[in-house]
């Protein structure tokens, strides 16, 4: 370097001569021969002043260099979106970023000199303890999550991640608020419990099924129970296979129809359980995305007493319109009409059969008010 300098600055004083000899009455400025001579020395002189100069311009260029760094330094590590601290083997605070004085809710000034588990929520310091302990016995990235109080609150979750330097002085820590991405887990966490409880606590079927490969992928318990097969033999099934859909063709029908509206809606379907139990099913299913994959999900619902009911309804319903109709006496059934005040004002024919017509002379009355006779 210093031999750099030296070549330089003779170059700068041979340029600086030979301007010299260009100039009127400079002809004799020869250079010195004799080391001895004064012209040599001041020669001498004249060169390491030039190296001083290029050593003093070099040095103040490397030092706005090193400032412009420092600046753009100090700007990263103050405005990272992530907080960034350094701490002693004890915890304290030695260096801290704006990022984390804002996490903390501290000034820097008043931040710097505390200790960093005090910052920790009490339930979580021993832990915190350990973890500096670890961080400061093996020279490794650890990473950990704690609770952080903010004011005396308990506020934040924050993943601290801390390595010791290389003199086992200190440690460089970097600390990530996750608190959001907590609470949207915690929400996702209790959804999937209500879900599942309610996938196993339902009183209706439930099948999820793979739309590539229309196959059935979970069963709840009540659809167990309706099918009498184990949940380890419902799965990887299509629904033609457990009986739910008469063959494939069906099968297929109804995924081309799911692709098409995404809800597809059958009404008394047979079904036949393991022991050939039969019965009468009503059968919805929906496709939907989940986690960004498509899920088919078929809720069936045992409609067979529902079924028996209404037949034994109709039945009931002909006997009686039968045996109304028939007799030879006259019957109606009246309804009483009453105004917007509660008053009665009228009464209606709900019914009237064939006798009460004859015998009354009362043709075409049905459905209409006795005060129009």
Do not use: W
Request: hydrophobic share 40%.
């Amino acid at each position: 370097m210093m031999l750099e300098l030296k070549r330089r600055a003779e170059a700068q004083m041979r340029k600086r001569r030979k301007d010299i000899r260009t100039k009127p009455g400079a002809a004799d400025a020869d250079a010195p021969k004799d080391e001895l001579d004064p012209r040599r020395l001041v020669h001498e002189l004249e060169v390491h002043q030039v190296e001083l100069e290029l050593q003093n311009a070099e040095l103040k260029a490397a030092r706005d260099q090193m400032e412009t760094l420092l600046a753009s330094y100090t700007d990263l590590y103050d405005f990272a979106p992530i907080g960034y601290l350094t701490l002693s083997a004890d915890g304290t605070i030695r260096q801290a970023n704006l990022t984390a004085t804002r996490l903390v809710g501290i000034e820097r000034a008043r931040l710097v000199g505390t200790l960093f588990g005090v910052l920790v929520a009490p339930e979580r310091r021993p832990a915190f303890h350990a973890f500096l302990d670890q961080v400061f016995a093996v020279e490794a990235r650890h990473s950990d999550d704690f609770a952080l109080r903010v004011h005396g609150q308990l506020s934040r979750t924050v993943t601290i991640e801390a390595q010791r330097s290389s003199d086992r002085r200190e440690c460089r820590v970097a600390v990530m608020d996750i608190t959001d991405r907590k609470q949207a887990e915690e929400k996702v966490h209790v959804s999937e419990v209500r879900y599942r409880r309610l996938f196993e606590a339902a009183h209706d079927g439930v099948l999820l099924l793979d739309p590539g490969t229309r196959r059935i992928t979970d069963a709840n318990p009540f659809m167990t129970q309706l099918l009498g097969y184990p949940r380890d033999e419902l799965v990887g099934k299509e629904l033609f296979e457990i009986g739910l859909l008469k063959d494939e063709t069906a099968s297929q029908e109804m995924f081309q129809k799911l692709k098409r509206k995404h809800e597809v809606r059958y009404e008394d379907l047979p079904l036949e359980s393991r022991e050939g139990r039969h019965q009468e099913v009503e059968v919805v299913a929906n496709l939907y995305q989940e986690n960004g994959h498509s899920v088919i999900q078929c809720n069936i619902r045992d409609i067979t007493a529902r079924k028996r009911a209404e037949g034994a309804l109709r039945a009931s319903e002909a006997r009686y319109r039968t045996l109304f109709d028939s007799m030879d006496e006259g019957y109606c059934t009246i309804e009483m009409i009453f105004d917007g005040k509660g008053k009665p004002v009228d009464y209606r024919f709900l019914e009237i059969n064939p006798a009460f017509e004859r015998l009354t002379g009362l043709h075409g009355a049905l459905g209409k008010k006795i005060s129009h006779f």
